[in-house]
């Protein structure tokens, strides 16, 4: 693993502060250990290579996940799901408009989805009545683990004493799944979440990424059981914290709020 510091800005006249973004190059047999630490891969390459970024990134432990919603419907209808691949083809299938029109009616502005297609990547899409009739979207990443077993990136997790039954780690094929972007054209998000948790854990992965976890539109994240953070030391199960932090997050409005935030990491 190869680190970079894109170092954007500090301060040291009146404030001791520095603001970069840490990324990283992640060799293939590295990336079980690189998501361990915090790392998760970005969307957007760094001179031609898939590049890593670390951040108060979001995921859920599969083996405690429960789905928050008994059922997942719209305006009456069974929400469907269905993996394709990532490719120029999904252009045809009007995800670039659900995007747009999403960007437009959120008010915020994120990196195209569709400028880079790394081999990791693929798309769930959502619908009611027939998949052509798309009505959201998520960009997927998923990640091996560093043994192949049977050609699938599998790996085998040993049960523990407070490990659930009725998930069988011997089954589990791959490291993650990340959640690079969704978006839709009805505010169904906590839905399709809880549809995608659902068909990670059925696709046999041990964890679901969710992203940064920053500001207080992203506490809604700490809502499903199996919820953890990363601190940049450790994944944290406490939501409190977060949900704090994240509180926090909101209310700075510039560079003399940041530099009053206290550390996280412990000192003594």
């Known amino acids: 693993m190869k680190v970079i510091f894109d170092h954007i800005h500090g301060k040291q006249k009146h404030q001791d502060l520095v603001i970069c973004s840490p990324l990283a190059i992640v060799m293939e047999e590295e990336e079980n250990e690189a998501i361990e630490d915090g790392w998760l891969a970005s969307d957007n390459p760094y001179?031609?290579?898939?590049?890593?970024?670390?951040?108060?990134?979001?995921?859920?432990?599969?083996?405690?996940?429960?789905?928050?919603?008994?059922?997942?419907?719209?305006?009456?209808?069974?929400?469907?799901?269905?993996?394709?691949?990532?490719?120029?083809?999904?252009?045809?299938?009007?995800?670039?408009?659900?995007?747009?029109?999403?960007?437009?009616?959120?008010?915020?502005t994120i990196d195209n989805p569709f400028n880079h297609y790394h081999g990791r990547d693929s798309f769930l899409i959502f619908y009611t009545?027939?998949?052509?009739k798309i009505i959201a979207f998520t960009k997927l990443k998923k990640y091996h683990y560093q043994e192949d077993v049977g050609g699938f990136?599998?790996?085998?997790?040993?049960?523990?004493?407070?490990?659930?039954?009725?998930?069988?780690?011997?089954?589990?094929?791959?490291?993650?799944?990340?959640?690079?972007?969704?978006?839709?054209?009805?505010?169904?998000?906590?839905?399709?979440?809880?549809?995608?948790?659902?068909?990670?854990?059925?696709?046999?992965?041990?964890?679901?990424?969710?992203?940064?976890?920053?500001?207080?539109?992203?506490?809604?994240?700490?809502?499903?059981?199996?919820?953890?953070?990363?601190?940049?030391t450790k994944w944290s199960k406490s939501k409190k914290l977060y949900q704090q932090l994240c509180r926090s997050d909101s209310r700075v409005n510039?560079?003399?709020?940041?530099?009053?935030?206290?550390s996280l990491l412990p000192r003594t």
């Open 47 to 108: 001179k031609g290579k898939e590049i890593f970024y670390q951040a108060r990134s979001t995921r859920i432990d599969l083996d405690k996940y429960i789905p928050r919603f008994k059922s997942h419907k719209l305006n009456g209808k069974q929400l469907k799901v269905k993996e394709i691949e990532a490719n120029e083809m999904v252009k045809l299938l009007g995800l670039p408009k659900i995007y747009h029109d999403f960007m437009k009616r959120k008010k915020i």
């Open 129 to 132: 009545d027939t998949p052509d």
């Open 153 to 232: 990136g599998g790996y085998t997790r040993q049960l523990g004493d407070d490990d659930d039954d009725d998930f069988n780690r011997d089954n589990i094929f791959w490291a993650g799944y990340q959640s690079v972007i969704h978006c839709n054209v009805d505010p169904i998000s906590q839905l399709t979440l809880d549809i995608e948790l659902q068909w990670a854990k059925e696709h046999k992965a041990a964890y679901f990424y969710m992203g940064s976890g920053y500001e207080a539109s992203s506490m809604y994240r700490s809502k499903w059981i199996g919820f953890e953070w990363w601190t940049g």
């Open 254 to 262: 510039s560079l003399t709020d940041v530099a009053k935030i206290p």
